[in-house]
Nanobody
Framework: QAELVESGGGTVRSGGSLRLSCEGG????????TAWFRQAPRREREGVAV??????YYARFARDRFLISQAKGEDGVSLQMDRLEPGDTATYYC???????????????????WGQGTQVAVSS
């Protein structure tokens, strides 16, 4: 099964920005929903944001700092992260497949395609 591929991770100082990209999977991104999750060491995977066509949802910590969007040509999804904080340090994963209704968007089991993750480190 084709995987998603994330890129754009790295190390930044507190207050900096990063833009993550998610491509591949042989999927049409307008069908179903695509989300970003993250997982820090010794913590559970948590939802960051999801996009379903023109509809988006964000975790509380991501509101006003992060922006999820369809990539140009709708071939992929991006996550623009601004005003990064040390607490944002984690591996970020792209996931696709939530239907957009009936279950919580931030439940990882609702997604059938996943990427390998990209590391984000924010220093103080």
């Amino acid at each position: 099964q084709a995987e998603l591929v994330e890129s754009g991770g790295g190390t930044v100082r507190s207050g900096g920005s990063l833009r993550l990209s998610c491509e591949g999977g042989g999927t049409t991104y307008q069908a179903d929903c695509t989300a970003w999750f993250r997982q820090a060491p010794r913590r559970e995977r948590e939802g960051v944001a999801v996009i379903c066509g023109w509809i988006t949802y964000y975790a509380r910590f991501a509101r006003d700092r992060f922006l999820i969007s369809q990539a140009k040509g709708e071939d992929g999804v991006s996550l623009q992260m601004d005003r990064l904080e040390p607490g944002d340090t984690a591996t970020y994963y792209c996931a696709h497949g939530w239907k957009g209704y009936g279950t919580e968007w931030n439940d990882p089991s609702q997604y059938r395609l996943w990427g390998q993750g990209t590391q984000v480190a924010v220093s103080s």
